[in-house]
């Protein structure tokens, strides 16, 4: 996906991205998953966000993901009742300039690193 994009998945959908796969998103977009929506992201993937992007996951979302790098000026925000869950042997990697912000009721599990 390359630049001034805007990926808005709506209400009760399910994006899975199996083995093997690489999604990169490059810069000046903004990802928006909004209400009730899984993102699952499974085995030996990677996703890279690069340069000056907005990743808003909000309400009620269960985001897990195997291999996630955030690079220079992001900002990665996560609202109300969601679940980050990274399990075994990954990476996350927050680098330079960014803003990390989690707000209310939410769970934070990282398992086995």
Do not use: D, H
């Not at 966000?49 to 909000?58: F, G």
């Not at 330079?96 to 690193?113: A, H």
């Amino acid at each position: 996906m390359s630049e001034y994009q805007n990926l808005r998945i709506s209400e009760s959908q399910n994006l899975r991205i199996s083995e093997s796969q690489n999604l990169r998103i490059s810069e000046s977009q903004n990802l928006r998953i909004s209400e009730s929506q899984n993102l699952r992201i499974s085995e030996f993937q990677n996703v890279r966000i690069s340069e000056p992007q907005n990743l808003r996951i909000s309400e009620s979302q269960n985001f897990r993901i195997s291999n996630l790098r955030i690079s220079e000026s992001q900002n990665l925000r996560i609202s109300e009742s969601q679940n980050i869950r990274t399990s075994e042997s990954q990476n996350l990697r927050n680098s330079e300039f960014q803003n990390f912000r989690i707000s209310g009721f939410q769970n934070f599990r990282i398992s086995k690193i």
